[in-house]
């Protein structure tokens, strides 16, 4: 059974930094990553990690986050910098397996940035 916990939200002021973790099991994962829902609006893509290193991020957070991934912890990063109040959102955790058909959500943790 896959499961995904996540940690490491929390409230930060704008400018400030936050590092999130999310730790897997139960299986393998191609890829691994995060997306983010604000209130009112759909969730997004925010950055993925391949298994073996490829990396994707928004463009609205290149600059500022970083994800990486350790793969015999099979953990994923998101560490965030110069955080603004619109990066407000729950942040949830994404693996895919190597099948590529089976995708799997955390519960989502709350990151808030105030102003």
């Known amino acids: 059974q896959v499961q995904l916990v996540e940690s490491g939200g929390g409230l930060v002021q704008a400018g400030g930094s936050l590092r999130l973790s999310c730790a897997a099991s139960?299986?393998?994962?191609?890829?691994m990553g995060w997306y983010r829902q604000a209130p009112g609006k759909q969730r997004e893509f925010v950055a993925t990690r391949s298994y073996f290193g490829r990396t994707d991020l928004a463009d609205s957070v290149k600059g500022r986050f970083t994800i990486s991934r350790d793969n015999a912890k099979n953990t994923v990063y998101l560490q965030m910098t110069s955080l603004k109040p619109e990066d407000t959102a729950v942040y949830y955790c994404?693996?895919?397996?190597?099948?590529?058909?089976?995708?799997?959500w955390g519960q989502g943790t709350q990151v808030t940035v105030s102003s």
């Open positions: 139960g299986s393998i994962f191609s890829i």
């Open positions: 994404y693996c895919r397996a190597f099948s590529g058909s089976t995708e799997y």
